[in-house]
C-alpha cells in the first residue's frame, strides 16, 4: 500500500505561481515512479507531468511545458509540482499518482495509487 497526501492548492491570480506537494509512505519512494494529473469540471482527468524514480527523467503536457516544473526528494518522500505563469485554464483538482513499476508513463491507467486532490483555482 501507498498513501499519498497533497498539499500547496489554492487560489491565485492568473501569471502567478504555486507549489505543489505529494508526501508519499507506505513503500521505498524511490522505487516508485510519481506522475501529477488533473482534473477540471466536466472534464476527464488528464496527465500534467511525470518523473522517474532517480528523478533524471522527466515528461510534460504540452499544455504546461515551459511553466510547470517536476521534481522529487528521496530523502523526503516528497514529489513537487512547481506552477508558473498560471492561466485560468489551469484550474482543476491536482492529484499525485504512484507507479509501482517505475514506467513514468502518462495515462491514468498505468498508475497504482493515488492521493485525495489539492485544488487549484487561477483567477483572471
Known amino acids: 500500500q501507498v498513501q499519498l497526501v497533497e498539499s500547496g492548492g489554492g487560489l491565485v491570480k492568473a501569471g502567478g505561481s504555486l507549489r505543489l506537494a505529494c508526501a508519499a509512505s507506505g513503500r521505498t519512494f524511490g522505487s516508485l515512479a510519481m506522475g501529477w494529473f488533473r482534473q477540471a469540471p466536466g472534464k476527464e482527468r488528464e496527465f500534467v507531468a511525470t518523473?522517474?524514480?532517480?528523478?533524471?527523467?522527466?515528461n510534460y503536457a504540452d499544455s504546461v511545458k515551459g511553466r510547470f516544473t517536476i521534481s522529487r526528494d528521496n530523502a523526503k518522500n516528497t514529489v513537487y509540482l512547481q506552477m508558473n505563469s498560471l492561466k485560468p485554464e489551469d484550474t482543476a483538482v491536482y492529484y499525485c499518482?504512484?507507479?509501482?513499476?517505475?514506467?513514468?508513463?502518462?495515462?491514468?491507467?498505468?498508475?497504482?495509487?493515488w492521493g485525495q486532490g489539492t485544488q487549484v483555482t487561477v483567477s483572471s
Open positions: 518523473i522517474s524514480r532517480s528523478g533524471y527523467s522527466t
Open positions: 499518482a504512484a507507479d509501482l513499476f517505475g514506467r513514468a508513463l502518462t495515462t491514468v491507467q498505468a498508475y497504482n495509487y
